[in-house]
């Protein structure tokens, strides 16, 4: 039998509310599927499996919440056969159900959350399949209605997040001034040969000369876990996404070393976009190695950030702006600059090796055309 | 298409990518950019649907020309001569 847990969506998550099963008894799964939404503080999020198999119990109900690491599901693993009904109840599924003629038609889930978040849902518009009430339209109502909580919640949980960082993680900063003419005038030729929509933005050019650079210094990818540093080989690079009305969130990019600068601006894209509509992917926010946060061109000059824990580094890159720079003959001309910062954990690294990550970067970014 | 014309669709492409702007809030000839929040992506979402919705194909060299309101209008009303 193999137990489907919550996962932790981010460091400061420490309980999810069931919104909607996706799946029921009987069910085949294959790893990656999402199986139920679950909300968290900073948005809902849509779980996956991670294994293999036929949906065997709910062992949640829709509208519970129950905390990180709670089985909300069991899997039948292929080729094991139920075992004799359990003690274990079983939730019932979100199955769809024929409406009664003269009401509106609402799914029993979406019933549930109308409930719990006190939305009349006889007022609501539905999108679902025959103008069906979903628990996403539920979700929308109860959002308008009430961004102000929203906001809050996710500000708590940012200042529960960065404050156990800022306890627990001995932090050391460095920063390097960057020459970025050459990418620039790259990105410009680049960008011109491109139609509209594939364009690429800088801050994806910073992106992969991150994730190209870290292959030098492996102790900045990875996690701190119960005591120990544990490297990643993966390189997942979490992107801090501003939300309109306030907040971030650090969803992850997998595998950013191994994407060509086009895949990783049109998976930028849709994770901005996601991101802000509230349908993040539970993998996208637990395996972030190592986050990027860019203030992009309209920030400040320099970002000095806090780890997102259990990583144990974090980039930031400032506003790319003109300023005066001497170049290696001694000659002072105006130059297209950005500042990159790197905090790192000093229980993985020091600042000699966080410097030569730094430098690498730097590197990297003088030769846009291999990236 | 009139100057009212474009500037009417361009105000509803800004807020297909930033919902939260109100067109009584934005001042015609201040930067756009100071006005609302759009990042660099939100800024791309938003050239990319003048071009699917006018068919106006902006070079990236062009995005300089581009900072308020009134820049927008008499920019795509010259481009849609």
Redesign the interface.
């Known amino acids: 039998m193999i137990e489907l847990k919550l996962p932790a969506m981010g460091a400061e998550m420490e309980e999810g509310k069931l919104l909607q099963w996706l799946v029921k008894p009987g069910d085949k799964v294959k790893r990656g599927d999402v199986v139920a939404v679950v909300d968290t503080t900073k948005a809902a999020v849509d779980v996956e499996s991670w294994d293999e198999g036929i949906v065997h119990e709910l062992r949640v109900p829709v509208g519970d919440t129950v905390p990180v690491g709670t089985v909300i599901a069991t899997l039948l693993a292929p080729g094991e056969s139920a075992p004799p009904p359990g003690a274990a109840p079983i939730a019932p599924a979100a199955a769809p159900v024929a409406p009664a003629p003269s009401r509106k038609a609402v799914s029993p889930a979406a019933r549930a959350r109308a409930k719990s978040l006190g939305v009349d849902v006889e007022g609501l518009s539905g999108t679902g399949p025959q103008g069906a009430v979903t628990v996403e339209d539920v979700e929308r109502a109860a959002a308008a209605a009430k961004p102000a909580d929203r906001a809050s919640e996710m500000r708590r949980a940012i200042g529960a997040a960065m404050s156990r960082s800022k306890r627990e993680i001995p932090h050391y900063y460095l920063a390097e001034t960057i020459p970025m003419a050459r990418a620039a005038e790259w990105l410009?030729a680049e960008?011109?040969r491109r139609?509209?929509?594939d364009?690429l933005?800088?801050?994806v050019v910073q992106l992969k000369a991150v994730a190209v650079a870290l292959a030098r210094t492996p102790e900045l990818n990875g996690f701190w876990r119960d005591g120990a540093f544990v490297a990643s080989s993966a390189i997942h690079v979490g992107v801090a996404i501003?939300i309109?009305?306030g907040g971030l969130v650090a969803p992850a990019i997998h595998d950013v070393d191994r994407k060509s600068l086009g895949d990783l601006m049109r998976e930028?894209?849709d994770l901005?976009t996601r991101a802000r509509a509230g349908s993040l992917r539970s993998s996208e926010m637990s395996d972030p190695t190592i986050t990027v946060t860019n203030l992009?061109?309209?920030g400040a000059e320099a970002v000095h950030g806090v780890i997102y824990p259990p990583q144990v580094a974090i980039v930031g890159f400032g506003r790319v702006s003109m300023r005066p720079w001497a170049d290696e003959a001694g000659v002072l001309r105006a130059m297209p600059l950005v500042t990159a910062t790197l905090a790192a954990d000093h229980r993985v690294s020091d600042g000699m090796r966080g410097a030569r990550f730094l430098t690498e970067l730097r590197e990297r970014l003088q030769q846009p055309e291999a990236l | 298409m009139n100057d009212a014309d474009i500037r009417k669709e361009v105000v509803a492409l800004i807020r297909s990518v930033a919902p939260e702007v109100e067109e009584s809030d934005l001042a015609s000839s201040l930067p756009l950019r100071e006005q609302i929040d759009l990042d660099s992506m939100d800024w791309l979402k938003v050239i990319l649907a003048v071009h699917e919705k006018l068919h106006v194909d902006i070079p990236e060299a062009d995005y300089g020309k581009l900072r308020s309101l009134d820049d927008w209008v008499s920019y795509l009303c010259r481009r849609l001569a």
């Open positions: 410009a960008n011109a139609s509209v929509a364009r933005l800088m801050g501003s309109r009305g930028l894209s901005v992009g061109e309209s």
